[in-house]
């Protein structure tokens, strides 16, 4: 009968990178030319779940985004169904009568379903958290038996932060060797409970969409800048080895000062790009200053810093009681309706979740 529909809803939450992913050496598998390292929140406040279907009375794959429909054309939503469906094994319900083979994946049709808890305009890394929940979903409904590895290689070709959010607590993206992509994967560094007295909080600078695509801005970094060159080859190989031993004995001091730093030099290259790309404007520079100062003024760090490719900062408290000084902080330097565009926060109740 052409009556049965299957489903399978999934959740994946956003990933901020802490050790930044600029710049790729191959553009259509997405291979990066340096490792990353991220941190993925709490499900609850940055995440998008998604609900995919078959059923034989579909009769083409079809998307919705926040309700909305959109176009399943691209080489990326392509290249990962495709990924997916050539992995597809039998699936036996056998209470509601269904049966689907290997063979008939390839001429079933899906639908769908995704929603973003946040606003997906806000350049809030909304890419990362829905490839990898439609490469989840997708991979559950079609019995795929990969390991999640094998999966995030798919999630990557996507977009590129997207393999890491297969995994909670902290994760590292390893660039890679081979020319297919095969190694490039995400392995998880520590999970969501080794550390989770880190508080995450998110300055909404501007809800306008970013300017440049990461994808067009990496572009034009790889062929422009000579300062990325530096940075791939002395500068993150280093400090992966210093953020990986900092994330396991829980060095917050450490993990500041290489995240800041980090998050610095990405915006340099941008800066060191022909014509030169701004992801940041005063707000942000202001929050770094408040930030820099704090800090400064203690005996060591007590937030970290780190902006993505737009103006939202990212900050990283080292316990709960340095979340609540920096929200008080933050509404005394940029009180809501001043002159600055600040306008919401996004507090992580518990940091770090699966
Ligand atoms: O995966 P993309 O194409 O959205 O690129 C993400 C780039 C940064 O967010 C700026 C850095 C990172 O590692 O996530």
Redesign the pocket.
């Known amino acids: 009968s052409k009556k049965w529909v299957l489903l399978v809803t999934a959740q994946t939450p956003t990933?901020?990178?802490v050790?930044?992913?600029?710049g790729k050496r191959d553009e259509s598998l997405?291979l990066p030319i340096n490792d990353?390292i991220?941190v993925t929140l709490d499900p609850a406040h940055l995440c998008t779940t998604t609900t995919v279907s078959v059923s034989p009375s579909f009769d083409q794959d079809r998307m919705w985004l926040n309700g909305k429909e959109i176009s399943l054309s691209g080489g990326r939503f392509q290249r990962c169904l495709k990924e997916i469906r050539a992995r597809a094994s039998d699936v036996e319900d056998e209470k509601k009568g269904i049966k689907i083979t290997k063979k008939d994946w390839e001429n079933l049709h899906l639908h769908i379903s995704s929603y973003n808890n946040f606003p997906t305009a806000a350049g809030l890394?909304s890419?990362?958290a829905g490839f990898a929940c439609l490469v989840f979903s997708l991979a559950k409904l079609m019995n795929v038996k990969e390991d999640l590895g094998q999966l995030s290689a798919i999630a990557r070709q996507g977009?590129?932060?997207?393999c890491?959010s297969l995994y909670g607590g902290f994760v590292k993206?390893i660039m890679g060797k081979n020319d297919d992509g095969s190694d490039s994967i995400a392995v998880q560094l520590a999970d969501e409970k080794h550390w989770d007295e880190l508080v995450i909080v998110i300055a909404v600078v501007s809800s306008r969409q970013k300017e440049t695509?990461?994808?067009s801005g990496?572009r034009e970094t790889v062929e422009t800048s000579m300062l990325i060159k530096h940075r791939a080859k002395e500068v993150v190989p280093k400090r992966i080895v210093e953020m990986e031993e900092a994330i396991k004995k829980r060095d917050f001091p450490s993990f500041a000062r290489l995240a800041c730093a980090d998050s610095n030099q990405?915006h340099a290259v941008c800066m060191d790009t022909s014509p030169p790309i701004f992801?940041m404007n005063d707000t942000s520079h202001r929050i770094i200053g408040c930030v820099e100062k704090w800090n400064r003024a203690e005996e060591s760090p007590q937030v970290a810093y780190t902006f993505?490719?737009g103006p939202n900062a990212v900050m990283i408290a080292r316990n709960r009681k340095v979340a609540a000084l920096l929200l008080q902080r933050l509404l005394f330097h940029f009180p809501p309706n001043a002159d600055t565009d600040l306008n919401s926060y996004v507090i992580g109740d518990k940091s770090i979740l699966q």
């Open positions: 990933n901020i990178a050790i930044k992913y600029w997405i990353s991220s890394a890419s990362a977009s590129g932060s997207a890491r993206w695509s990461s994808t990496m990405f992801y993505d490719a």
